[in-house]
């Protein structure tokens, strides 16, 4: 396969294999995508509960999703929320660090790190990421450059809003524009030396798109994935969800599984969530009905499970 992004035929499946292999993960079901579970080193998230965490509460929490089955932990050091300042990269890296190098001493782990500035970047990969999860849409090329050194994948997230800036353009063709985007992001990260086979992309629900963008990008997936790369969704508690539901963040879980499933029938690798029990929950019960899963003619429901009121599946006891 060539290095360069004039040639960025679509991957092949061994190819895939191949990335999902050099992250330290196991090869994908057909059934179910990879989950990304997600850490917030930040104070200010709007889905966390209230109150100061350390960096042991945030390790804690990153054991928790992979006992419930996530396959890659995100670890963000500022929030994306639009009405507050960015965050100087120094204090993101002393968020950040000390949380991925104790998260990727766990058995099983893969961090990403949720940044889009470069020298954050350098420092969470030399602590142990393994993907850089750019939200900003490659604002700078420098940081497809420290994911090349730091021979981690990237994500490639469209947008037309700068980081921490609220914007709705109007689209002629808001899919045409993703696409377009993402073609150009691509050939911008291969020119910084990320080889096609480490590029993931993310068509970036709600990020400058209004809930009627984002379902319409949503709707047309194929598009992109004609781009011949990897697609994450990031579509946990999102605005889109909101608007559909009439329910604010910390209610639109349901909604969530529905767009999750959304994402498997269109054959997406990585989905980003903050349920991950439930969503792996819900993958299992799906598959096994679908007939995508072997169930085994004995199984039977463990006795302590029929009227459990302790810790469950993924819980600290």
């Known amino acids: 396969m060539s290095d360069t992004a004039n040639d960025s035929a679509e991957l092949s499946p061994s190819e895939f294999d191949r990335l999902w292999g050099s992250l330290g993960l196991a090869p994908r079901r057909p059934w179910r995508p990879y989950l990304m579970g997600i850490v917030n080193a930040t104070p200010d998230s709007f889905s966390d ?5 350390t960096v042991a509460d945030r390790v804690d929490l ?18 994306g929320v639009t009405n507050k300042p960015a965050v100087d990269a120094q204090v993101e890296i002393d968020r950040v660090v000390p949380v991925i190098e104790a998260i990727s001493a766990l058995p099983g782990a893969v961090v990403s790190v949720d940044t889009y500035k470069p020298t954050v970047a350098r420092a969470a990969i030399a602590a142990g990421a393994r993907i850089v999860n750019d939200v900003s849409g ?10 090349a050194e730091g021979e981690a994948a990237i994500v490639l997230m469209h947008t037309r809003a700068r980081p921490k800036q609220k914007l709705f353009p109007h689209y002629a063709d808001v899919t045409a524009d993703v696409k377009t985007y993402l073609s150009d992001a691509i050939a911008r ?13 993310d068509p970036g629900p709600d990020f400058a798109k209004t809930p ?8 047309e997936l194929d598009q992109l994935r004609s781009l011949g790369h990897p697609l994450l969704l990031a579509i946990s508690r999102k605005d889109f969800i909101g608007a ?17 499933a ?18 792996d929950d819900f993958l299992r019960v799906r598959a ?10 004995d199984l039977e429901l463990a006795e302590e499970l029929r009227r459990a009121t302790g810790p469950q599946k993924g819980e600290s006891a």
């Open 49 to 53: 509960a209230p109150g100061e965490k």
């Open 62 to 79: 990153a054991r928790q999703l992979i006992a419930a089955g996530a396959d890659v932990i995100d670890v963000g050091g500022e929030s």
């Open 138 to 147: 490659l604002a700078d090329d420098d940081l497809a450059a420290a994911a």
């Open 189 to 201: 990260a291969a020119e910084q030396g990320v080889p096609l086979d480490r590029i993931i992309l």
């Open 212 to 219: 009627a963008q984002t379902i319409e990008v949503l709707g």
């Open 244 to 260: 559909l539901t009439g329910r604010g963040p910390l209610e639109r879980d349901a909604g969530t599984l529905a767009a999750l």
């Open 262 to 279: 959304f994402g498997v029938d269109q054959n997406v690798s990585i989905v980003r969530v903050h349920d991950v029990a439930a969503a």
């Open 288 to 297: 096994a009905l679908n007939g995508q899963m072997d169930v085994a003619a």
